[in-house]
């Protein structure tokens, strides 16, 4: 196998992380990849830094939107972009193990899946460990998808070949859930792989880190974008309130 791989990375205020974040792609034991990073007008130097890798690695390249847009439209920019037989994701705070998409490309081939995913670890936001790893199911169907989000966006991986490309909603938050919503409602099944092969920042600023937050935003997702009734929205948003319990 040895199909290019489009990697999305939205940039914004991520300075002082971009640069492990990009060493981590440049030490993939599978090369076959470019690495598209969208700038969503930062006010540090994170352009300026991924601008430095990018003239040292043509497989990466920046761009710089005009206005402050969102994490969706730098998203949906760079998939726009991407020209690879399998779209991935990396936002500039998080990092790959080095196999990661040597493991999970053989996987998707062996299993003939055209979306997966994987396990992944969470560090806290200066880098420290939290011996944490996120499970993520074996499988994964559109009703399983709607209780909880199961996909950690840093690990997932769609093929582009089998879906066509598949773009993100445009809302302000929780764009990537709404995304493998969409995947899955087509009737296909996600497919886990059990092994950890990414790393997770919380950032004291990031959504995951305020849960009531989240709640509202999944509540806007089911109502806006999934166009659920109000009946189902609260009955997947007891789910995921149960959930998030359960972990």
């Avoid at 996120?134 to 582009?160: E, F, K, M, R």
């Avoid at 066509?164 to 409602?185: A, N, T």
């Avoid at 996600?190 to 950890?196: D, I, P, V």
């Amino acid at each position: 196998m040895d199909k290019l791989v489009s990697i999305i990375t939205p940039l914004y205020n991520s300075e002082k992380f971009v640069s492990g974040t990009i060493q981590s792609v440049q030490k993939q034991t599978y090369d076959n990849w470019e690495m598209i990073v969208v700038d969503d007008c930062s006010t540090d130097n994170g352009a300026l830094v991924v601008g430095e890798y990018a003239r040292q690695d043509k497989r990466i390249k920046l761009i710089r939107l005009s206005q402050n847009s969102g994490a969706a439209i730098a998203r949906n920019t760079a998939i726009r972009e991407a020209t690879g037989s399998y779209i991935a994701f990396l936002d500039a705070d998080d990092q790959w193990f080095e196999n990661k998409l040597m493991y999970q490309l053989e996987f998707m081939s062996a299993n003939g899946g055209c979306f997966s995913f994987t396990n992944y670890e969470q560090m806290t936001e200066d880098g420290a460990l939290l011996d944490k790893v996120i499970q993520c199911p074996t499988v994964l169907t559109y009703h399983q998808q709607l209780s909880y989000n199961h996909v950690g966006c840093l690990t997932a991986i769609y093929d582009t070949e089998k879906l066509g490309k598949v773009y993100m909603p445009l809302i302000r938050k929780r764009q990537d859930y709404g995304l493998w919503l969409s995947i899955l409602r087509k009737g296909v099944v996600g497919l886990g792989l059990q092994k950890c092969l990414a790393r997770y920042r919380i950032r004291q600023d990031s959504l995951s880190a305020n849960k009531l937050a989240m709640l509202r935003w999944n509540w806007l997702l089911y109502r806006n974008i999934e166009k659920l009734s109000i009946l189902s929205s609260s009955y997947y948003l007891m789910q995921n309130i149960f959930a998030k319990i359960i972990r």
